[in-house]
Structures are given as structure tokens and as C-alpha cells.
């Protein structure tokens, strides 16, 4: 694919956003509300992938000192501390027509790149069992199956230790 800008994500973005969560994610999406929440409070955490003008991809998150991140109030930002050494990863998603063109590929390494600016120690992230093996592409490693029964599917904790990674 050609012409793919990486920017961090704007307030006016917001609608564009949830357009795509909400055509990737089914029961366990993320509502506007939160959406906004993410892209008001953390945004150097929030990147999007665009396509001429249009929004073709997101990734979001929260930062947190915790290790356990199974609370569905960080979700919410409740618990968020900007300052914390670890990113928690929320939404990964790409419009589907356009999935399988290396888009997510591009926002990942950003925002790992991006965290690592940040000086954040790890990446954390839950995931369901088909997407361990696209995770451990990036370098993540799982740690133990997560208590959360989130959207009732079985979950998943996985970590990126930044200081290991050099180049994806
Ligand atoms: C998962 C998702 C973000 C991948 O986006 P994408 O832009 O199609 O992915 P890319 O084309 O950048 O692929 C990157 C790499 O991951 C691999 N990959 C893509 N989807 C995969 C999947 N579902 N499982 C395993 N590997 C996958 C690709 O083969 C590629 O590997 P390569 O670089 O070695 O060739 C996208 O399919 C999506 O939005 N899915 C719905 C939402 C979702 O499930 N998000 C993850 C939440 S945990």
C-alpha cells in the first residue's frame, strides 16, 4: 500500500476511531466514551494509521506502574498514570478491506518505538489465543493465561521487555 501516514491521534479523530473498533472488535469493542477518554488523556499513546485523509488503522492505550491488567477500569483510564513504566495496549485494529497490507505492522513498530521514547520498561498487553503467535513476531512472550473473562472468550497476558528490543 502507498501513502500510509503514523500520527499520533487528535480529539477530532475520535469518530474515525471508533468506526474502526467497532468494525473489528464485536462484543468485547471499546465504546466511544472510551475511545475518548484514551485520546483526551494519553495520547502519546494512541497512534493512528492514515490512508488519504481517512483513518485506516488504530492502536491504543494506558500506562501504568501495576504489572496486573486485568482491571477493566484501566479500560476506562481509571488508574492511568502517564508517568508509569509500563504501557498497557487496549485496541490493536485495522479496517478489515485493508487488513493483511503490513498496516498493523507499521503502527506496532511505532508504537513500540514510541514507548521506548517514553522510557517505558515493558509493553503489556491481553490477547486471545490466535493472536499469541502475531505477538510473538514482535518479541512479546506470554506470561500466564489472564483471569479476565472479558466478552466471555479466554485470555491471554503477554509482554515486550523494551530494553531487549533493538530493531523489529
Ligand atoms: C490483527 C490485525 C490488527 C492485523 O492487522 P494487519 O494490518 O492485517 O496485519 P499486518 O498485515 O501488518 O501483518 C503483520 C504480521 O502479522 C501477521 N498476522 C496478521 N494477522 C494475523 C493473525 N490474525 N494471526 C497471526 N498473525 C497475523 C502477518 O502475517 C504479518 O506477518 P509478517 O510481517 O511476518 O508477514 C487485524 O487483523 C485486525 O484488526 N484484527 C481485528 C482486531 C484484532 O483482533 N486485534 C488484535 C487484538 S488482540
Redesign the pocket.
Known sequence: MVGINIRQVDINDVDGCYM?ESS??TSDGATKEKILKRAELFPEGFLIAESEGEII?IINSASTDKEEITDEELKDMVGHVKEGRNMV?F??????E???????????TRFIEVSKGLKKEKIL????S??I???Q?FGFLCSRKSKSQHGGFEWHEMYLLLNTVDEI
Not at 485493508?98 to 507499521?106: P, V
Request: aromatic share 10%.
Open positions: 474502526i473489528c472488535y488503522g495496549i485496541s490493536l485494529a485495522v479496517l478489515p485493508l487488513q493483511g497490507n503490513g498496516i498493523s505492522r507499521q503502527l506496532m498487553l491481553i490477547c486471545k490466535d493472536m503467535h502475531y505477538y513476531n
